[in-house]
């Protein structure tokens, strides 16, 4: 009977499956797949869409920053053009007003001599070609005489009365011309300004 009863015991012992106790698995390791398995894979399409957006705003970024280079660089080429001609033109002017003195001198002078008209000739044709040439370097004349005085592009170097009220503040004499060179100015027309001679009413009632 004893031995009946332990064969009995090995043979239950034998049918049981090792790897059943195993199917089971714990609440946390089932907890953790669960999680792994519901975590939606990254799309291929919206990380293209996004590296290409990215990649567009520094193309971007990067043409503006070239555009404004460009345009710094222009704009300092342009300056560094207007330095150069106004050295050279202002070192040209104290030329050109010797030639209008010289002009100016010879039209007050009465002489009939056909060596003397020549030279006259020969300087009025020289100081029309200098300032034609310096005219297309952008060199322009301050007008001054009949205009109001500008402290911009005049200096007043005296005052003169006047009986016409109209002309007061409005220059009525040039003693040296005024240059310029697009909006800079290269030299200030030395003016002589009117002043009204007409006493202020509280100067006539004192």
Known sequence: MVKEFTEEIDESIETLDPDEG??????????????????????????CSEELANEKDLRLRLSAEFANYR????????????????????NLLPILDDLERSLDAAEQTDSEDVAFTSL????????????AELEKLGLERIQSVGKEFDEELHEA??????????????????????YRLGKQVLRHAKVI??????????????
């Open 22 to 47: 195993s199917d089971h698995e714990t609440p946390s390791e089932s907890d953790s797949v669960n999680e792994s398995i519901s975590e939606d894979p990254p799309d291929p399409l919206a990380q």
């Open 157 to 178: 170097v005296g005052q003169a009365p006047t009986p016409d009220d109209a002309q007061n503040g409005h220059v009525i004499h040039e003693s040296q011309s005024g």
């Open 120 to 131: 006259k000739s020969g300087v009025s044709l020289v100081n029309q070609n200098f300032n």
């Open 193 to 206: 300004v009117a002043v009204s001679s007409v006493p202020a009413p509280d100067e006539t009632e004192s």
């Open 71 to 90: 345009r710094r660089m222009e704009n300092q080429r342009i300056e560094w053009s207007v330095r150069a001609k106004s050295g050279v033109i202002r």
